[in-house]
């Protein structure tokens, strides 16, 4: 009897522990319900808000790159302030969850668009009122990164605060909406990829010629196509094909190329392109035949009596000497002021007598009234300080062009991420 009554007293309190372990769990269910409940809502909204802000940042990124792209007017000398209204135009062209986004623009540069200078440096745009252009030549890299007059990029802030995103479940907890933001700038630096056509003529201009020994980019020297067959002082510039990845760069190919609307395919800053050095005559020779029709007017010797501007890629020319697959750098806009003659022996007698407004003040005639050209060359090559690679007078040699870089604004040209050779890029790029 009394085994009977404590295993009845043991089932009883069994079942006690179980029912009130059902209660608990059961309360413990409910709870984990609410809490995944919670997480879903959570991940829904989150979910909802990591899209609308894509869908801002878009339109941000959109902005940024319409405004940089027309940052500024007639070649680079003046900043354009009707660039803040295109990016805003480019903006709110866009929607975040079928709502056109939001950019405030006062009449300052203080609203959601704004001018400006991107600093490398450190990664940070300053906003700038200033419309003036700062000079692109004799300075350094370094010292156009630290100016932030240089105006040369434009920020963009997307919202949507009038029309706040509605919240699905976070309203639960408080939260019945969201008002996201979202901001990109764009940078227009130096030309670096050129786009097809946008390098005049297949010869690729080396960076160790248009620099000075500090590196920094000139305009006070110029210099001649080759010079000689010295290594220390041999090209200031080779032949391309313009290929990537490199082709050989054959004289037939460049022939066909001359004066035949410029580079044929796009060609990538950083990468190698097909070159050769040294100067094969029958591409020298197509090339100076454009040169001389070129000018419609020409001088009383049959020379072009201006100078013949060029933009043509520029290329690393370690040792001076143009490898076969040169690096890609950027652009230059250069001023071809003579081209002698190819083949036999180099004659100066048919030095230049008048170009870009010289004429030679002295008199081409010896005594004995024959032609003598070197007073005429060394005032040739005084005037427009033609030097070779070594510092020295550039002397007149057959089959050579003679160039100076041109320090004056140009038509900007290519994608952004060039080096800084006095050409403008045309397309930005995103920074931020």
Not at 6 to 33: D, F, H, P, Q, W
Not at 219 to 234: K, Q, V
Not at 290 to 298: G, K, V
């Amino acid at each position: 009897m009394i085994e009977k009554d404590r295993n009845k007293m043991e089932k009883n309190t069994i079942y006690t522990i179980y029912k009130n372990e059902r209660g608990v769990s059961a309360i413990l269910i409910a709870i984990l319900l609410l809490v995944l409940m919670g997480f879903a809502a959570l991940a829904l909204d989150i979910g909802h808000i990591v899209v609308s802000r894509n869908e801002l940042l878009n339109a941000a990124d959109a902005g940024a790159l319409a405004g940089a792209r027309f940052l500024y007017n007639n070649n680079g000398t003046a900043v354009n302030p009707n660039a803040n209204q295109i990016a805003r135009n480019a903006a709110i062209a866009n929607n975040a969850e079928k709502i056109p986004v939001e950019v405030n623009l006062p009449n300052d540069n203080t609203g959601d668009v704004k001018r400006g200078h991107w600093r490398f440096s450190d990664k940070t745009f300053w906003p700038n009122t200033s419309l003036l252009p700062v000079n692109l030549w004799n300075v350094t890299t370094a010292e156009l990164d630290a100016d932030l007059d240089f105006i040369n990029a434009v920020q963009v802030k997307t919202r949507r605060e009038a029309i706040p995103i509605v919240a699905f479940f976070a309203r639960i907890f408080g939260i019945p909406s969201f008002q996201p933001t979202a901001t990109a700038v764009a940078y227009l630096g130096f030309a670096g990829t050129l786009a097809p056509g946008e390098a005049d003529q297949p010869i690729a201009i080396c960076k160790q010629s248009i620099q000075d020994a500090n590196g920094l980019y000139t305009c006070n020297t110029g210099r001649m196509l080759n010079s000689g067959s010295n290594d220390a002082t041999h090209n200031t510039a080779g032949w391309t094909n313009f290929s990537q990845p490199c082709d050989t760069a054959n004289a037939n190919e460049m022939r066909g190329l001359i004066c035949s609307g410029g580079n044929p395919g796009s060609v990538t800053y950083g990468q190698g392109m097909g070159a050769s050095g040294g100067v094969q005559d029958n591409v020298f020779r197509a090339l100076r035949d454009c040169w001389i029709a070129s000018d419609t007017t020409p001088a009383a010797d049959g020379l072009p009596n201006e100078s013949w501007e060029l933009t043509l890629p520029v290329v690393d020319c370690p040792g001076n000497n143009v490898s076969n697959c040169a690096t890609l750098l950027g652009a230059v806009t250069l001023k071809v002021v003579f081209m002698s003659p190819e083949g036999g022996t180099p004659d100066i007698n048919d030095a230049p007598s008048e170009m870009d407004g010289w004429i030679f003040s002295g008199s081409d005639f010896n005594l004995d009234g024959t032609i003598d050209g070197q007073d005429r060359w060394g005032e040739f090559v005084t005037t427009f300080n033609l030097q070779n690679v070594d510092g020295s007078p550039a002397p007149y040699d057959k089959k050579s062009m003679y160039f100076l870089p041109d320090c004056t604004p140009h038509e900007p040209t290519g994608g952004s991420g060039g080096e800084n050779y006095g050409v403008l890029a045309k397309i930005p790029v995103l920074v931020e």
